[in-house]
């Protein structure tokens, strides 16, 4: 059996996977930035980033105004898109002009799913003006961390 045609299978999947890895550079922050809970000021104050912090952007609300945003650390939070930069064409561009020329992914919020995944040992977590007056669902098999 001939290994050219898997070869070039093999090649055509490396080249497909090569631009998606280029395609996640990374953002940056403009200035001192107010990393939140969820897409807006409302949310509670996950953390103070300095300016120029490094992230991945996960996504953007439509019309790129908030975006959820992964630390390198692993921590995650929304972000106001007008205080971030992205690396597009070896150089640093506005977020919230470039989003959509960048490809950047509209995503939704859900607030029980987000904060059950990335939250729920902060102490704002069970305040039940967040949940409309309900306690928070719970999570089956979720352990607090040690």
Do not use: H, K
Request: net charge positive.
């Amino acid at each position: 059996m001939n290994s050219f045609p898997r070869r070039w299978a093999g090649i055509a999947a490396v080249a497909l996977v090569l631009p998606l890895s280029a395609a996640a550079q990374q953002a940056f922050t403009r200035g001192a930035v107010n990393l939140r809970a969820g897409p807006s000021g409302d949310y509670p104050l996950v953390a103070r980033l300095a300016p120029g912090q490094p992230l991945d952007v996960v996504g953007c609300t439509s019309g790129y105004g908030w975006c959820d945003v992964l630390l390198p650390d692993g921590g995650r939070g929304w972000v106001w898109a007008r205080n971030l930069d992205y690396a597009y064409q070896e150089q640093r561009v506005p977020l919230a002009t470039y989003g959509a020329v960048i490809g950047v992914p509209i995503v939704g919020f859900a607030i029980g799913s987000y904060w059950g995944n990335y939250y729920r040992d902060r102490p704002w977590y069970g305040d039940r003006r967040w949940w409309g007056g309900r306690p928070p669902p719970p999570v089956a098999g979720w352990q607090p961390p040690p």
